[in-house]
Each structure stands twice: as structure tokens, then as C-alpha cells.
């Protein structure tokens, strides 16, 4: 083994104990020895990638391919950088080159997990899983792959993909926790279980759907959650004791929830509880403050026409967020279809976008009530939703709590989707009041949007303009 091979490996094995400052440190070292070794340059990817310098590590994939074009191994860097920055044709054209000059086993079997990863992302749900089902031939032992069929046959409405769900956590963004020394439940009754989240807000309000669920078969329920949803769920389920200490360290819990007999992830009692279509029941679960909710429908009653709520942007750089981003400019259309009092439900301070966009168009009524959608309690954010007449959002956490609170509600969906909405169809099973406008190809939102306009008309009657 050559001095490069042994230092490659050495900074591997630091990445993953999350070392990387160190491990890039080795990386520039061997690129000043060499600037053309493809295993340098394919190492400084790998270590870009893990300190979440995307850009950086797309650009140093494209050079390690153009050194070393016969390495199976730098078509996949490649391939995964051009994933997480969304440049979706170049990922899989690196993985597909990756794979045809790829001759071992194991090489196929890493190519085929994140080319199967891939079309996950861009909702292409039953090529995932043919992709991962060959990771899983070459690699019989990933759970990388498990959770892969897992994922793509619960797009595709095949239930049985819960019990490979568990294969899940661990992954990036999905932790799996323990207690004390409990085991993963089994779904043994009468036992103190304790749920938690593990993944983000919209993730976890749609998952807490089968928490009611939970409660007939669990002697004791502690729900382990996001400290912005702690008061909201406290209320909705006055039988669980619930902590606002989600993937903290110290929990200072009280002495009789620290040893539970059980814990699981919220996402895992999908395979106890939703084998069906009709065990989706679709019904509210969450309940909103009602002196809050009070609070707003006296302030909206003044406003004596419709109030819709409405979110234009989703996610993080690495979930999609470029293909879940709109511009108020995109929308105008939209908000000036009906004369109607528009509520920001933004999840970032959008004062600034606001204030320079109702400067272009004066009659458009858009409003941000930052004490109810910028605060660290959702509480607030529920509460304003509840007496809104209806909202209208990019795929985003505020539909899952609309869906939560029963709340009425269009969905602007990506043609990257994730597994919960499916490949088609205008319905979700998760929530009765949600109804999903599919974009067809990616960037361009004329064709939803045109349907919600349509729609809104059909509600609401005359145009702006023909009032």
C-alpha cells in the first residue's frame, strides 16, 4: 500500500468520526504534493461533501473525473456532489458512468445505492427501487439499500415498505436514539414507550398522525420532540408527557421517564399501524390555543373578505430547496387573482421580500405577522393557521400542520416529491384537507398555478380586477 493510500484511508476514517477539519487538512497536503492525483483530488470531494461545502465539492468531483476517468469510485463522488446541489442530469450521468465501467461487486453495489438515492430525491420511486434491489444482490448486508425499497415502495403506496423503514436511521439527518439500555419496541402492550423525532418538523407533525394510534396499545407514552412543538403536542395529547428535547444530549427529565421499558422512532410505527389505504384515517389530530385562535379571528373578521395563508419557499440547500423556492414575482398572478387578505406563513423573515414587492404592486393585500410565524413556539404558528380560510404552499412543513389541524389547504408540489405525496394523483392519504397541484417539469410552475387561480375563481367569484 503506497504512503497516498495510507493517508486516504486515514482521512476516511477521520470524516467519519467527524474530524473533518483534519481530514481536509491531509487532503491539501496530498493535492500541493500532487494536483493531478485523482486519489487526492477524490478525497478533498469526499471531505468537501462531509463539511457540507457542496459547490466545492461538485467542482473537485468534475476535476477527479477528468484525472482519473476510469475510477468508478470518482463518478460516484461525482454523482453524489451533483445531487446535493440538485444538478440532477449530471448526477445521474455520472452514476450510470460510474456503473458501466465499474467491475467489482462492492464498486457496483455503492453505485447503485446512490443512484437509487437519486431518483428517490426526483420522486422516480419505481426505478429507486430497482436500482436499490441490485445494490441489494451485489450487497445483501446494506441497510443503505433496505432503506432505499423501503422508501421507494411506500412512494409507490406499497406499505410493506415500513419494515425496512427501520433501515432508515442512522443515516444522515435520521438519528436513532437510546435512553437507558431499552430496546426498539416491538409493539409488546401496556409497555412505557418512548416516541421520538427523527427528522424534521414537517416529518415529524405528519408521523405524530399515528401517535393516537399508539396510545390504545402503550400502557405510558413519552414523546420526545422539537422544543417548537412541545406546547402544541402537549395540548393535542393531554394523556402523553412530552419533552421539547429532540437529539439533545442532557435531557433533564423527570427520575420516573429516564428507564422506559421501550423507545422507537416516530416513523417506525408505520409498520404497526398503516399496512393499508384505510388505515390512513386523514383525520385532524392536532389542537391549536384557542385563545390564540380567538385572537386572530377577531382580527380577520375585520378584514370582511377572504384570508388565505400562503408559504413560497421550502426546505434546506441539501432538500430540494432550489426546486421549492418561488418568487412573489412568480405568484402575482396568484395574488392578484382574488381581492383577498394574504398571510405570509414564510418559515424565514420575509419583511424585506414583502415590503419590496408591495412597492411594485400596491393593491395586493400580503401581510407578515412575525410574532406568529417567526417565533420558537409553533404554538403560535397553529393557532394563526386555524383561522385562516385557507392556505396555499410550496411543499413545505406548513402543509403537514395544515393537514394536522384539518385546515384546507393547496399544495404546490415539485416535480422532485417526497415518498409521503407519491408519483400522481391530487389526494395524500396522510391528511383529508390537503389537495396537491403537480408540477409537470421542473421550474416551471404556470400549469399549478394557472389550476389554483381556476380554482380560486370558482370560489370567490370576481377577479380583482373585476371588482
Keep these: 500500500m503506497s504512503d497516498t493510500e495510507i493517508l486516504v484511508g486515514e482521512a476516511m476514517k477521520l470524516c467519519e468520526a467527524g474530524n473533518s477539519d483534519k481530514a481536509w487538512g491531509i487532503a491539501e497536503m496530498l493535492m500541493d504534493q500532487d494536483p493531478n492525483s485523482a486519489a487526492a483530488v477524490s478525497l478533498a470531494t469526499y471531505v468537501s461533501w462531509k463539511m457540507h461545502k457542496l459547490s466545492l465539492s461538485y467542482q473537485l468531483a468534475v476535476r477527479a473525473t477528468q484525472i482519473g476517468p476510469l475510477i468508478p469510485t470518482t463518478w460516484m463522488r461525482l454523482g ?8 440532477v442530469d449530471a448526477s445521474e450521468t455520472a452514476f450510470k458512468t460510474g456503473l458501466r465501467i465499474a467491475q467489482r461487486k462492492e464498486e457496483k453495489a455503492a453505485l447503485e445505492i446512490n443512484y ?7 420522486g422516480r420511486f419505481k426505478e429507486a427501487e430497482e436500482h436499490a434491489r441490485r445494490a441489494v444482490e451485489l450487497n445483501p448486508g446494506s441497510p443503505k ?24 436511521l442512522g443515516l444522515p439527518g435520521r438519528r436513532q436514539m437510546k435512553y437507558a439500555d431499552e430496546p426498539v ?13 427523527e427528522q424534521g418538523i414537517g416529518d415529524e407533525l405528519s408521523f405524530t398522525s399515528m401517535l393516537p394510534d399508539a396510545i390504545k396499545d402503550c400502557g405510558r407514552i413519552i414523546l420526545d420532540c422539537d422544543a417548537k412543538l412541545e406546547n402544541l403536542f402537549k395540548r393535542s395529547f393531554p394523556g402523553v408527557k412530552v419533552y421539547g428535547t429532540r437529539w439533545e444530549r442532557v435531557l433533564n427529565w423527570d427520575a420516573e421517564d429516564r428507564k422506559p421499558d421501550f423507545s422507537v422512532a416516530l416513523g417506525e410505527l408505520g409498520k404497526f399501524y398503516r399496512q393499508t389505504d384505510e388505515s390512513f384515517t386523514g383525520k385532524p389530530f392536532l389542537v391549536a390555543d384557542p385563545i390564540r385562535r380567538q385572537m386572530w379571528r377577531t ?11 400562503i408559504a413560497w419557499t421550502g426546505g434546506m440547500p441539501w432538500t430540494g430547496e432550489k426546486f421549492r423556492t418561488l418568487s412573489l414575482e412568480q405568484l402575482k398572478p396568484l395574488l392578484s387573482s382574488v381581492d383577498a387578505h394574504w398571510v405570509s406563513l414564510q418559515y424565514k423573515d420575509a419583511s424585506k421580500e414583502i415590503e419590496e414587492f408591495k412597492k411594485k404592486n400596491p393593491s395586493i393585500d400580503l401581510v407578515q405577522y412575525s410574532w406568529a410565524t417567526l417565533t420558537k413556539d409553533y404554538d403560535d404558528t397553529a393557532a394563526l393557521v386555524s383561522e385562516v380560510d385557507m392556505v396555499i404552499c410550496i411543499q413545505t412543513a406548513v402543509a403537514h400542520l395544515s393537514g394536522a389541524l384539518g385546515k384546507e389547504c393547496f399544495v404546490l408540489l415539485p416535480k422532485n416529491s417526497q415518498f409521503k405525496y407519491g408519483e400522481s394523483g391530487d389526494t395524500m392519504p396522510w ?5 396537491i397541484f403537480r408540477q409537470r417539469s421542473l421550474k416551471d410552475w404556470t400549469g399549478p398555478i394557472g389550476s389554483i387561480i381556476h380554482a380560486l375563481r370558482q370560489r370567490y367569484g370576481q377577479t380583482r380586477a373585476a371588482a
Design 80 to 87: 453524489i456532489a451533483a445531487n446535493e446541489i440538485w444538478q
Design 116 to 122: 437509487s438515492a437519486l431518483l428517490l430525491d426526483t
Design 145 to 168: 439499500a433496505q432503506a432505499n425499497i423501503g422508501l421507494a415502495m411506500l412512494g409507490q403506496r406499497n406499505w410493506k415498505g415500513w419494515e425496512l423503514y427501520s433501515n432508515t
Design 185 to 197: 419496541w416491538d409493539g409488546t402492550k401496556g409497555k412505557t414507550v418512548v416516541l421520538y423525532g
Design 299 to 309: 382580527e380577520f373578521d375585520k378584514k370582511k373578505k377572504p384570508v388565505i395563508g
Design 431 to 435: 391528511y383529508n384537507s390537503l389537495r
